[in-house]
């Protein structure tokens, strides 16, 4: 899994304000969440995406996660600073591998993945363990869950893939440099995307 260097760290901890304000912009009038939702946030740089969402949708849990540990310790201190009488309920972070998720089987409501998906293989380059990621999220989100994501890289073979794994698509806006969309787990079917992960890690990461 590829991390951040210091430099883009820096850059992507000061600047997700304006981006993730965007964001937030272009889910609230297309994305609904159930009463007492649980969701989680893999790749969640400083965590300002998880805070708007906690404040916006009032989800029962929501978990911010990022495989890298000083990643995690710079989200802790941005919600520690954002809200300094306390954290909203249900929102926590902690560190995650997107390709192991350390949650049982269908406990998600939503699956939050904003430029993330791409650093499941070594090189952003490389799609070869992207499926993993993907395998993972489909297995964790219940059946009628919902995937939110975003990509700038691999988007057409991530579109394969969801459409391979029958993921239907709520809503999607498509750009010549990126893909925003948000696409509904339409079965249960864990089976299936853990042979795609296998396949994934068979073809050497290429």
Same mark, same amino acid.
């Given at each position: 899994?590829?991390?951040?260097?210091?430099?883009?760290?820096?850059?992507?901890?000061?600047?997700?304000?304006? @981006?993730?304000?965007?964001?937030? &912009?272009?889910?609230?009038?297309?994305? =609904?969440?159930?009463?007492?939702?649980?969701?989680?946030?893999?790749?969640?740089?400083? +965590?300002?995406?998880?805070?708007?969402?906690?404040? &916006?949708?009032? *989800?029962?849990?929501?978990?911010?996660?990022?495989?890298?540990?000083? =990643?995690?310790? +710079?989200?802790? #201190?941005?919600?520690?600073?954002?809200?300094? &009488?306390?954290? *909203?309920?249900?929102?926590?972070?902690?560190?995650?591998?997107?390709?192991?998720?350390?949650?049982?089987?269908?406990?998600?409501?939503?699956?939050?993945?904003?430029?993330?998906?791409?650093?499941?293989?070594?090189?952003?380059? =490389?799609?070869? @363990?992207?499926? !993993?990621?993907?395998?993972?999220?489909?297995?964790?989100?219940?059946?009628?869950?919902?995937?939110?994501?975003? !990509?700038?890289?691999?988007?057409? @073979?991530?579109?394969?893939?969801?459409?391979?794994? @029958?993921?239907?698509?709520?809503? !999607?806006? #498509?750009?010549?440099?990126?893909?925003?969309?948000?696409?509904?787990?339409?079965?249960?079917?864990?089976?299936?995307?853990? &042979?795609?992960?296998?396949?994934?890690?068979?073809?050497?990461?290429?």
């Amino acid at each position: 899994m590829s991390f951040l260097n210091p430099v883009s760290r820096f850059f992507l901890n000061r600047s997700a304000g304006r @981006r993730d304000a965007r964001r937030l &912009a272009w889910l609230r009038p297309r994305l =609904q969440l159930p009463v007492g939702a649980a969701c989680l946030e893999i790749g969640a740089g400083n +965590a300002d995406l998880a805070a708007r969402l906690a404040v &916006a949708y009032r *989800p029962e849990r929501y978990v911010a996660t990022d495989a890298d540990p000083r =990643q995690v310790e +710079a989200a802790d #201190r941005h919600l520690r600073r954002r809200f300094p &009488a306390g954290l *909203p309920p249900g929102l926590e972070v902690r560190t995650a591998d997107m390709r192991e998720l350390p949650f049982p089987e269908a406990s998600w409501d939503a699956v939050f993945a904003f430029v993330a998906l791409h650093h499941a293989s070594p090189s952003h380059r =490389q799609y070869g @363990r992207v499926p !993993e990621a993907l395998a993972e999220i489909a297995r964790v989100l219940r059946p009628g869950g919902l995937l939110v994501y975003e !990509e700038i890289v691999h988007r057409d @073979r991530i579109r394969a893939w969801l459409g391979e794994h @029958r993921f239907s698509i709520v809503a !999607e806006e #498509r750009r010549r440099w990126r893909d925003r969309a948000i696409v509904r787990k339409t079965n249960g079917e864990v089976e299936e995307a853990r &042979a795609a992960s296998a396949g994934g890690r068979a073809d050497g990461g290429k």
